[in-house]
């Protein structure tokens, strides 16, 4: 990896793994995905089945039920959109750990380099399945997001993730102890 300073070490490196996953996170969306869903859905089956049935003019009976299909488009954004997000981000993104900081290279068009020093993560979570494929989530001090916000980076503030990591557990392990070395090294950041 090219984007290492002089010194820097990588300790783990990777790619999402590939494919249409639903994770964790996305659950908190599914009880107003559905309902929006089977409203949208409900709704154009009704406008078809009213206007195909009645003495509806040909128009209305083409136009009026193709007016909930954005709405069942939505509907199913809202399910499955942090999946198909996730699946098409995946293929142009790369991650590594090293003993400084988190990099995050992200080749969509232009190439976007992202890293977040060890020191100043002030947090860090880790949601895994069954398979050990999971998603390893931090947090940033206020100070580094209004840092970011002024830099015009908030792009960055959204790739405030690992996502889609085979073996999570051990990259979630070795991110904790590089976090301990380096926080050891450097001592404690003032948020």
Same mark, same amino acid.
């Given at each position: 990896?090219?984007?290492?300073?002089?010194?820097?070490?990588?300790?783990?490196?990777?790619?999402?793994?590939?494919?249409?996953?639903?994770?964790?996170?996305?659950?908190?969306?599914?009880?107003?995905?559905?309902?929006?869903?089977?409203? @949208?859905?409900?709704?154009?089956?009704? @406008?078809?089945?009213?206007?195909?049935?009645?003495?509806?003019?040909?128009?209305?009976?083409?136009?009026?039920?193709?007016?909930?299909?954005?709405?069942?488009?939505?509907?199913?954004?809202?399910?499955?959109?942090? @999946?198909?997000?996730?699946?098409?981000?995946?293929?142009?993104? @790369?991650?590594?750990?090293?003993?400084?900081?988190?990099?995050?290279?992200?080749?969509?068009?232009?190439?976007?380099?992202?890293?977040?020093?060890?020191?100043?993560?002030?947090?860090?979570?880790?949601? *895994?399945?069954?398979?050990?494929?999971?998603?390893?989530?931090?947090?940033?001090?206020?100070?580094?997001?209004?840092?970011?916000?002024?830099?015009?980076?908030?792009?960055?503030?959204?790739?405030?993730?690992?996502?889609?990591?085979?073996?999570?557990?051990?990259?979630?392990?070795?991110?904790?102890?590089?976090? *301990?070395?380096?926080?050891?090294?450097?001592?404690?950041?003032?948020?």
């Amino acid at each position: 990896m090219h984007d290492l300073t002089p010194g820097e070490r990588v300790l783990w490196s990777g790619r999402p793994v590939p494919g249409f996953r639903l994770a964790k996170g996305d659950r908190k969306n599914w009880a107003g995905g559905c309902v929006f869903t089977g409203f @949208a859905v409900f709704w154009t089956s009704a @406008a078809f089945l009213m206007t195909w049935a009645g003495d509806a003019p040909p128009f209305f009976r083409f136009v009026f039920p193709l007016f909930g299909l954005p709405f069942v488009a939505v509907g199913l954004m809202v399910l499955f959109g942090g @999946a198909f997000r996730r699946a098409r981000s995946g293929r142009h993104t @790369a991650y590594a750990i090293t003993e400084r900081r988190i990099i995050i290279v992200s080749e969509k068009g232009s190439r976007e380099v992202t890293s977040f020093n060890l020191e100043r993560i002030e947090s860090t979570e880790l949601q *895994a399945g069954s398979d050990g494929v999971g998603t390893i989530t931090f947090t940033i001090s206020r100070r580094d997001m209004d840092r970011l916000i002024q830099q015009q980076r908030i792009d960055a503030l959204s790739r405030l993730s690992l996502e889609s990591v085979s073996d999570a557990a051990s990259v979630y392990a070795t991110l904790e102890a590089a976090r *301990a070395r380096r926080t050891a090294e450097v001592g404690e950041i003032d948020p």
